[in-house]
């Protein structure tokens, strides 16, 4: 499907014009832009929409920063507004939101679903868009607009993507190996033992900024105790002490001799190119990798497809079946008091159009979160990440968005894995109780 310019004008409910979008750092400065020719009506039912409005994003790496600025880019276009982007470090942002949202925020601001979600709606920093919702809701799964809704019944997202944790390879370097994808842990075992015998690190990993970790706690909780349970646990009606956590990082602790060493000091975007970016010489440093598939902006566009990638082996549990995973789904939410109301909210519903998330996913590589997406465009990666999404059983949200954001950052879950990571020989029960009363001195939600 193309562009939704032409349905719209067919309605008489948006007139076009061509406007550029203004990108600035989170310093201010900006691009100018060519004035407006005109403001657009917003579509069924919003406020009519003109000016400028603007947005907070947390995609700070080239990949996803430009597949931003492609979607503000045409969804400048369709509303007729004009849309300043003002971009943050991701960690800072991400460990900032809270003072962010209650000081003077962006109109529109890029974030996740999930817990995090709810939470910064039910302390009043968020604005309600179910006007939004009247008009793109016939777009997505009851799925998604579950996850767009906080406690109260008010939707707070417009949700634009997903994407699965899954393990990610080079298909060339397995072919030449001759290695076979792992279907249990057992063979995931015997095939880093094999990838170790050939010089390589079997699973790259890099946690130096607190949350990639995480990503394997939640795998390893949801094959060996279910989806309810972590879920519960994220919720903090399951406990850190219960003895099937303690099993978790035991099993954790045993696999660790075929990760890569150092990971506290190493970046994820270092971890990724470690095992999908040979060196000059065409050698790799490690054979797989954890992590989402966001990864693949740190592979070249000509080696897009040589990048396999597969579910996270099976532990031969009672769990298997569920086929459990974490699929984030990534959006954008309107701050408490928006400057420019009108503005924020066209540019919200431009979000939920096929259109919109089509301009992203083609410069992201992700998976679009509109049902009725035209997908007839998708790369045999976002092909294969749309069969893994479609094939779990469970899906989650992640550690740091299903859980409450004072728990999972810096003081919280990104020390305490970091912690283990540097010290996996420790008391266990030691440090699960350390665990459980750091969230039990929190406040209440």
């Known amino acids: 499907m193309g562009s939704l310019a032409a349905p719209w004008r067919r309605s008489g409910l948006v007139t076009l014009a061509t ?29 009519a929409a003109s000016g400028t409005t603007t947005l907070g994003s947390n995609e700070s790496d080239a990949n996803p920063k430009a597949a931003v600025a492609a979607i503000a880019d045409y969804c400048s276009k369709q509303a007729g507004i004009t849309i300043t982007i003002n971009t943050t470090d991701h960690n800072t942002f991400q460990n900032q939101i809270s ?16 817990n995090r979600l709810r939470f910064f709606a039910s302390q009043g920093l968020l604005t309600p868009i179910d006007d939004v919702w009247a008009q793109i809701g016939a777009n997505y799964t009851d799925a998604f607009k579950t996850a767009a ?16 944790w899954v393990v990610m390879y080079r298909k060339s370097l397995w072919t030449k190996m001759g290695y076979a994808v792992p279907a249990t842990i057992t063979d995931f075992v015997t ?5 170790q015998t050939d010089g390589l690190v079997p699973l790259a990993y890099g946690d ?8 394997t706690f939640d795998i390893l909780n949801m094959r060996m105790n279910g989806y309810d349970f972590h879920v519960g646990l994220m919720a903090g009606t399951e406990k850190w002490t219960d003895p099937k956590v303690k099993a978790v990082f035991q099993e954790w602790a045993s696999l660790l001799p075929y990760f890569q060493q150092g990971a506290p000091g190493r ?9 999908l ?24 566009a000509a080696d897009q497809n040589d990048i396999g990638m597969f579910t996270f082996p099976t532990l031969g549990t009672a769990y298997d079946s569920e086929n459990a995973m974490d699929a984030p789904i990534d959006g954008f939410m309107l701050s408490a008091h928006p400057a420019n109301v009108a503005a924020a909210k066209a540019f919200l519903a431009c979000i939920g159009t096929p259109g919109a998330q089509k301009a992203y996913t083609a410069v992201s590589g992700d998976i679009a979160a509109v049902k009725n997406a035209d997908a007839s465009g998708y790369t045999p990666f976002q092909v294969d990440e749309a069969k893994i999404i479609a094939g779990a059983g469970k899906i989650a949200q992640f550690l740091d968005r299903d859980a409450r954001s004072d728990f999972a950052g810096p003081s919280g879950m990104q020390g305490f894995l970091l912690n283990f990571l540097n010290n996996p020989s420790q008391d266990l029960d030691k440090f699960l109780s350390g665990i459980q009363a750091y969230y039990d001195s929190l406040p209440p939600q």
């Open 191 to 195: 095939l880093a033992k094999k990838m």
């Open 19 to 47: 406007l550029a979008i203004i990108v600035s750092a989170c310093s201010g400065s900006a691009t100018p832009a060519p004035a407006a020719s005109a403001a657009a009506a917003s579509p069924g039912g919003l406020p």
């Open 208 to 215: 130096k900024d607190g949350w990639p970790a995480m990503g």
């Open 277 to 300: 970016v040979p060196d000059a010489s065409g050698k790799y440093v490690a054979g797989m990798y954890f992590l989402g598939t966001f990864a693949n902006a740190q592979v070249p």
């Open 267 to 275: 970046t994820w975007q270092d971890a990724a190119t470690a095992a």
């Open 99 to 114: 003072s962010y949202l209650q000081g003077k925020p962006d109109d529109v601001v890029k974030w996740f679903a999930g």
């Open 149 to 164: 809704t906080g406690a109260d019944g008010h939707q707070y997202l417009v949700p634009s993507i997903n994407y699965p």
